[in-house]
Structure formats: C-alpha cells, structure tokens
C-alpha cells in the first residue's frame, strides 16, 4: 500500500518561511512523479511544484516561482517543500502526492495523495 505522510505546515506572517515534508513509503518502483499541490477554501485545487524520478526535472507553477524549492532525499523516501516569502494567498491545505507516469508540467498528480497539512501566512 503506497502512503504519503506530510507535516511541516503551521501559522506563519507574511514574509517569512516554512518547509513541508512528505514521507513516500511502499512504492514498488523508482519510476513516479512526486510534488504538492493545494487547495485555499472555495478555490479549485493548484499543482505547485513537483519533482519527476525519470529526469531529475522540477516543475513550479508561475506564482511560487522563485520563491519555493522542491528538494528530495531518497535515502529518507522524502520531498521537502521549502517555501519562502510566504504571502497570504499561499494560505491552503498543502497535499503530496505523486503519479506514477512522467510529466512535463506542474499539475495535480492523481495516482496518490497525503492527507494534506494546512498552511496558514497571516498579513
């Protein structure tokens, strides 16, 4: 069974950071794609960033770009999301998730999904 456990979410001011892990345990194979996507109450779920086992590739979508780092170790089975210059409409539920087949884009990644961990970045 293929689990993605995420923590790291918290209260934050605007301006400041937060890094998200997320912990990938009973995948059968090296061959997926693994990232964050979230979802603000009322608002329609957004690919953030993700990270692809089959080319070392990162995707950001446009409003984190320089401002987020998708990062793994795969000694630990871990993708941490390091999240600076946090804004106020980062505010969401933050959710990993991965996908066994390649990407060329950022996007919600539909194979599997954590239970999701809420950040929240006050003004």
């Known amino acids: 069974q293929m689990q993605l456990v995420e923590s790291g979410g918290g209260l934050v001011q605007s301006g400041g950071s937060l890094t998200l892990s997320c912990i990938a345990s009973g995948f059968t194979s090296d061959a997926f794609v693994i990232g964050w996507f979230r979802q603000a109450p009322g608002k329609e779920r957004e690919g953030v960033s993700c990270v692809s086992n089959y080319d070392d590739n990162t995707f950001h979508t446009d409003s984190v770009k320089g401002r987020f780092t998708i990062s793994r170790d795969n000694a630990k089975n871990t993708v941490y999301l390091k999240m600076n210059n946090l804004k106020p409409e980062d505010t969401a539920v933050y959710y990993c998730?991965?996908?066994?087949?390649?990407?060329?884009?950022?996007?919600?990644?539909?194979?599997?999904w954590g239970q999701g961990t809420q950040v929240t970045v006050s003004s």
């Open positions: 998730n991965a996908d066994s087949q390649p990407v060329t884009g950022v996007g919600v990644l539909i194979d599997y």
